[in-house]
């Protein structure tokens, strides 16, 4: 049997209604939301506050037990439950790579369930592989154990994406990442959004990471939806004191005025940097082995520069240098105010810096990161 998508492109998914009940306890409650054609949906709330419950109801993981789930106006009831799967990507924090299978293998498993010759499957695995900027020649053949957590991601956001599909759902897939691993795979995760264009909903606990990421941010508590909406909306119009809380920025700012650098930096592992005359391919080849999304490097003239898997995958050829193809760093001292750091990396659209004491490198400065490091 030839597969068919039950949809190209969406236009909504509402739930309506929804309760889902184990005994006597609500996992979700009278749930309305409304999803919008793409839009980037965050939930948000505490751990047990059922977001993962309500973002299997929509792939129908999970039943609900009243009220009605629908996608482009139709009930998700009225479709096969394997067909609705297959036409949602669906990325968890844990991706669930079958252990003895090699990555293509695991890319490629609905592909081939879904009845696609040999030559195909490969093709599209390497497309897949080459979009999540991950070496084909390097990665088809390895098992799930020879990966690092990045690059697992990676591969589970590859194998979400196999069929295409218009519309995913991912369960806090950066979860488990440290916080380098993390911002790089949230800064590439924005471009893809975008080359996309597709419509997803995606569940986190970090609030930096939802109004990083988010179109709009539905928050959950106690299985309830409590507010939704953009950012800016939800910071200046909060429906609740409990709103206030997790949003509220301008708490958290007050201390920063006194703050330094050195204060928030993440410490600095001396493996990110690499020599500027090392060749591409040799910085590619090294970041492939050692998990790394970004290496960085100091030049004779002081200025730094930083150099993300996908440049280094795009300059793997060319025979070009790490100097000739690094994208310019922002520097700070450690002493410097934290208040001015974060208003400059802002103004330069930059999520990150080098943190130096005197000339020597001593940290990184993440922009998202600092809000967390203040609760
Ligand atoms: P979240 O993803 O926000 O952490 P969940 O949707 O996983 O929350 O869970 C919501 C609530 O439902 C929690 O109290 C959880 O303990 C409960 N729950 C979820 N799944 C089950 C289950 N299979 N059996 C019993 N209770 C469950
Ligand atoms: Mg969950």
Redesign the pocket.
């Known amino acids: 049997m030839k597969f068919k998508k039950l949809f190209n492109r969406i236009e909504s998914v509402r739930l309506e209604n929804v309760t889902k009940r ?2 006597e ?1 609500f ?2 409650r009278d749930l309305d939301l409304e999803v919008r054609g793409g839009e980037l949906m965050i939930l948000i ?10 973002l299997r109801m929509i792939n129908r993981l999970i039943e609900p037990d009243s009220g009605k789930v629908s996608i482009n106006g139709t009930d998700v009831e009225e479709f096969d439950p394997v067909r609705l799967r297959r036409s949602i990507g669906y990325v968890i924090q844990n991706i669930g790579l079958l252990p003895h299978l090699k990555v293509s293998e695991n890319i490629g498993l609905i592909l081939k369930l879904e009845g696609w010759d040999e030559a195909k499957i490969r093709e599209r695995v390497r497309e897949l592989l080459n979009f999540v900027s991950l070496p084909p020649k390097s990665f088809m053949d390895r098992f799930p154990h020879q990966l690092s957590g990045g690059q697992q991601q990676r591969i589970g956001l590859a194998r979400a994406l196999a069929m295409d599909p218009p519309l995913l759902l991912m369960d806090e897939p950066f979860g488990a990442l440290d916080p380098l691993l993390r911002t790089q795979l949230q800064g590439e995760f924005c471009k893809i959004k975008k080359e996309l264009g597709k419509t997803i909903v995606f ?1 986190t606990h970090d609030i930096n990471e939802a109004f990083k990421l988010g179109d709009r941010v539905a928050i ?1 508590d106690n ?1 309830s939806l409590v507010q939704v909406g953009t950012p800016e909306e939800l910071i200046f119009e909060p429906s609740n004191e409990l709103v206030s809380e997790i949003v509220d920025s301008k708490r958290k700012y007050r201390h920063l005025e006194a703050l330094k650098v050195k204060d928030i930096m993440q410490p600095l592992d001396p493996g990110y940097f690499l020599d500027g005359s090392t060749p591409a391919e040799t910085a590619l080849k090294k970041m492939v082995d050692s998990g790394l999304e970004v290496v960085l490097l100091l030049k004779e003239s002081g200025a730094a520069g930083k150099i993300s898997l996908n440049e280094a995958l795009k300059a793997g050829e060319t025979g070009k240098n790490l100097n000739e193809i690094s994208k310019p760093l922002l520097i700070f001292q450690a002493e410097d105010s934290l208040f001015e750091a974060l208003a400059q990396l802002k103004g330069e659209g930059e999520s990150m810096a080098l943190v130096l004491e005197g000339e020597i490198p001593a940290g990184l400065l993440f922009s998202d990161r600092v809000l967390q490091g203040l609760v």
């Open positions: 184990y005994g306890r996992a979700v709330g505490r751990s047990g506050s059922g977001k993962t419950t309500t569940v959950m299985a």
